[in-house]
């Protein structure tokens, strides 16, 4: 059994996550840009572009809680 759209998305969301707090990605916005120059094109290219821009506007610990808490599978689960 494969790996769900839904389970890609959240496991590139935690990665970016994941990537800030490691200090990986240091400059958000310019993250984000880079995403302009090549779009994401799979569900865990968008989850990270989702959370680079979650933590962009709310902040990374904001953005951490939202995936510890549960709360993204629900919103994922609702938009799909």
Do not use: C, W
Not at 58 to 75: A, M, N, P, W
């Amino acid at each position: 059994m494969g790996i769900s759209v839904k389970e890609h998305f959240i496991n590139g969301f935690n990665y970016a996550v994941n990537d800030v707090e490691d200090g990986e990605i240091y400059d958000v916005e310019l993250a984000i840009k880079g995403f302009e120059i090549d779009p994401a094109d799979s569900p865990t290219q968008s989850g990270y572009l989702d959370a680079l821009l979650k933590i962009n506007k709310r902040g990374l610990k904001t953005t951490r809680d939202l995936l510890i808490s549960g709360e993204l599978r629900k919103l994922v689960s609702r938009n799909n």
